[in-house]
């Protein structure tokens, strides 16, 4: 879990209202009464309090936190240290797409109402930032990047060669309850596959996945990729379901492993469905427990989609899982999760085949692929295995300026430094320690010190600020 720390100034009634509740046994000291009030900030959890003093109290902690400069809830403010390690890892993701043959790509941050909730319905609309009507239009903020992807390739559809391999890296905003992991303001890798339907297409996206892990250090030890195929699971279902309880079928079973055994059949019962029959099928292990079973010809076409990928990607990270269903029901064929091995956290990546997505939009018939990889999980990951990278933030050289008559020069010389390197200076006249432990501070690489001595002999004094060495350089060579 990422902890983080909230500042919250109270006002000196407010601290003696809850020393009054210490005093009074209710918490045991002031600072885990300030502690409830921002768990039942952040997560909206907790319910009415017994104690009706207590209640007032928190109410008015939570009303002086919601009124101070806080970051929205559910966001995450990226310091330079941190925006460097984004970097870092942003970096690597497009570097494996790229290598991969895709394309980066980039989509305005809203799209209309309608475009945002014609692929997964009216139930998203609630979890859609929505931006003030003016007129006639509306709009609301990209909860993910397939659907402005998709409808970038609906414009130039007919004259870009096939098959397009495009990729985004961008920020989205979800209105929805934040956890670890899952933030309402988040930055996720959505790579889109279109224009083929060979199992080829289905294995170079699982294959980047994996690589966009591997490429940041991580292992087979790891991490795990499951897949399963749209196809075969809901023809096996046809067996024991109706053909329109399919889809509420298969949301159930999508959160199999979020829910316990009793919720998992009663959510069956209330579809009228029999939970032996589901459980039958969850039971297979493997693609030789499902050739067991009876197969219609959707199940066999699955089955036969599977196999062929499956000869196409590394089994040491694949493994055949029949729960997984992507409860989106746009997804038409394999679909696939990223999970870190122990599967602690949530998803890493996710994604699948959805050939009838673009025909939905309006487009030609044409079949797609892809997955979206999200940042805030990945960076959980990162941080438990010690792979975090460095962040890098330090530049390169910091001038020391020692005395005020060399100060014109010296800065010529910064300024043909940055031609060529990240350079700072001192810009408050500081004496020579306070300099350096500024630059210290800043994580300077090098520090070189330019003095009367120096512009006379053109040689400039370098000091490795890492190991401590110091050597003489001359200024043309720099």
């Known amino acids: 879990m990422v902890m983080e720390t909230m500042q919250i100034r109270l006002t000196k009634g407010l601290v003696e209202e809850i020393k009054m509740l210490v005093n009074k046994g209710i918490y045991p000291n002031s600072s885990e009464c300030v502690r409830d009030a921002v768990r039942r900030l952040i997560t909206g959890a907790g319910g009415k309090m017994e104690v009706p003093e207590a209640q007032k109290v928190v109410e008015k902690i939570v009303k002086e936190a919601k009124e101070q400069l806080q970051k929205p809830t559910g966001t995450t403010d990226f310091y330079p240290k941190e925006m460097g390690i984004r970097n870092k890892v942003f970096i690597s993701l497009k ?7 895709f394309m980066q790509v980039e989509s305005p941050a809203f799209e209309t109402i309608d475009l945002l909730t014609k692929k997964s ?6 979890q ?25 390739f609906l414009e130039k559809q007919k004259e870009i060669p096939k098959p397009v391999k495009w990729f985004g890296l961008s920020r989205m905003w979800r209105y929805e309850r934040p956890q670890a992991g899952r933030l309402r303001e988040f930055y996720q890798l959505s790579v889109e596959l279109f224009g083929c339907d060979k199992p080829e297409a289905d294995a170079e996206i699982i294959n980047l996945a994996i690589d966009c892990l591997t490429s940041l250090k991580l292992t087979s030890n790891d991490f795990f990729v499951k897949i399963n195929n749209r196809k075969l699971l809901q023809g096996l279902l046809l067996g024991a379901v109706k053909e329109e309880q399919l889809e509420a079928v298969i949301r159930i079973i999508d959160k199999v492993k979020k829910i316990n055994d009793e919720e998992f059949e009663r959510d069956l019962k209330n579809l009228k469905v029999d939970p032996r029959e589901i459980k039958k099928i969850l039971k297979c292990q493997s693609l030789e427990d499902v050739e067991k079973l009876k197969l219609n ?17 590394d089994e040491k990270f694949v493994k055949f899982d029949i729960s997984v269903a992507r409860g989106l029901a746009y997804y038409t064929g394999t679909v696939f999760e990223v999970y870190d091995k122990e599967e602690k956290f949530r998803a890493l990546a996710g994604g699948g085949r959805y050939d009838s997505l673009v025909e939905l939009y309006g487009g030609s018939p044409t079949p797609a692929t ?82 009367g001595e120096e512009i006379e002999s053109g040689m400039l004094t370098v000091k490795d600020m890492k190991t401590g060495k110091q050597s003489k350089v001359s200024i043309d060579i720099l």
């Open 370 to 451: 892809g997955f979206g990889m999200g940042y805030s999980t990945l960076s959980l990951l990162l941080k438990e295995k010690e792979l975090v990278p460095e962040p890098g933030i330090g530049v390169e050289y910091f001038v020391v300026i020692i005395g005020e008559e060399v100060r014109e020069k010296a800065l010529e010389i910064v300024k043909d430094l940055r031609k060529k390197y990240s350079v700072d200076y001192d810009l408050a006249g500081r004496n020579i320690k306070n300099q350096m432990n500024y630059a210290d501070s800043v994580k300077a690489k090098k520090v070189i010190f330019i003095g």
């Open 297 to 313: 010809k959707q199940a066999k076409e699955g089955l036969q989609e599977l196999k062929a990928i499956m000869q196409l990607v």
């Open 121 to 126: 319905g009216e139930e998203m609309l609630g």
């Open 95 to 101: 570097r494996s797409a790229k290598r991969f043959g």
């Open 128 to 152: 859609i930032f929505t931006l003030e009507q003016r007129g006639d239009e509306k709009f609301g903020l990209r909860f993910d990047l397939t659907v402005p992807i998709t409808r970038m």
